[in-house]
């Protein structure tokens, strides 16, 4: 089974990429990804882009070298004037330990800035700070997302040990809200049994509202086979009672063990209760409970043409 936590630092390496800005949809949402690095040093448990083509995820980080340059020339070749808003990053994060060596993220954000191109950064880290200026001059924008999944910094070291914790992440998203740059969370995956609890999603709002956050939104974790396996680990780690296993074959209606090829959600009910009470929670703060949604064309030959994100918020 590949574990997802190492003492061990990660081996870099670089890789020459042929196009680096794929178009991709979910559910209502169009736009583009940007993937600067394969693999990804915050070691998360629950990780999703663990595929089998990445066998060493969590301990070689391959950086796309040329990414800056080939993200130029996609610019400049595009074809169509519309231009949805790129997501940085969807399969790794941007600003991963990484980044102080290769700096991809801010070159690529560079290239972006100057073809007036909108974007969202998800990340989990807290490198992000060394960009505040870079983002700042852009806050119109791009909308910055953190990815907090709990403030509790026993299963915080456990599920997703590469991360820095939640209340130093909080500390710089307050610098960027603060900046008037805007600021999201969201609280991805919600572990059921594990991060789920009133009190889980309590002390992460209450930090939210200190830190200027006005977005956030959740999702419950899905479950792949290599994801229960790292699961099942976790629950041992956090001495979880035995029925755990149960409750969750229950919860995401499958029988031991759970076989290659599926991809399971909770179960409905569960999971409508608990994204229904996550947003009680947040409204209840005086904050927006979504994605804060970019779609939307915007034009790239003038700035005078633009949309900004803040049309579509
Ligand atoms: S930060 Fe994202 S890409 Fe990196 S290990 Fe965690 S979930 Fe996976």
């Not at 993937?35 to 301990?59: D, I, K, M």
């Not at 999944?149 to 599920?159: A, D, K, S």
Request: hydrophobic share 35%; aromatic share 14%.
């Amino acid at each position: 089974m590949r574990l997802w936590y190492s003492k061990k630092a990660p081996e870099f390496d670089s890789k020459i990429s042929k196009s680096v800005l794929h178009p991709f949809a979910v559910r209502d949402y169009k736009g583009h990804t940007l993937n600067l690095y394969q693999g990804c040093q915050h070691r998360c448990g629950y990780c999703y882009a663990t595929y089998v083509w990445s066998p060493e995820f969590y301990n070689k980080i391959y950086a796309k070298s040329n990414a800056p340059e080939v993200l130029e020339n996609q610019l400049k070749a595009w074809k169509s004037k519309a231009m949805e808003p790129v997501m940085i990053s969807s399969a790794t994060d941007a600003y991963q330990p990484a980044e102080l060596k290769f700096e991809l993220t801010r070159r690529c954000v560079k290239v972006l800035q100057k073809y007036n191109v909108p974007y969202y950064v998800f990340t989990k880290s807290t490198l992000i700070s060394r960009d505040l200026e870079l983002h700042k001059q852009y806050k119109d924008n791009c909308f910055l997302v953190w990815s907090i999944t709990t403030c509790n910094e026993l299963i915080r070291r456990t599920i997703e040990p590469g991360t820095p914790p939640a209340s130093v992440m909080f500390e710089v998203i307050k610098k960027f809200s603060d900046s008037g740059i805007r600021c999201a969370v969201n609280i991805d995956p919600i572990i059921p049994l594990v991060t789920d609890s009133p009190m889980d999603f309590e002390s992460i709002l209450d930090n939210c509202l200190r830190a200027g956050v006005k977005f956030v939104f959740g999702a419950t974790l899905r479950l792949r086979a290599d994801i229960w396996e790292r699961m099942k680990t976790i629950f041992k780690l956090l001495h979880k009672g035995n029925n755990t296993i149960e409750e969750y074959t229950r919860l995401y209606h499958f029988i031991e063990p759970l076989k290659q090829g599926y991809n399971l959600t909770v179960d409905k009910f569960y999971s409508d209760t608990i994204i229904e009470n996550l947003k009680q929670a947040v409204m209840s703060r005086g904050m927006f409970f979504d994605f804060p949604h970019l779609i939307g064309s915007r034009y790239i030959e003038t700035k005078n043409n633009q949309l900004t994100l803040m049309d579509f918020i």
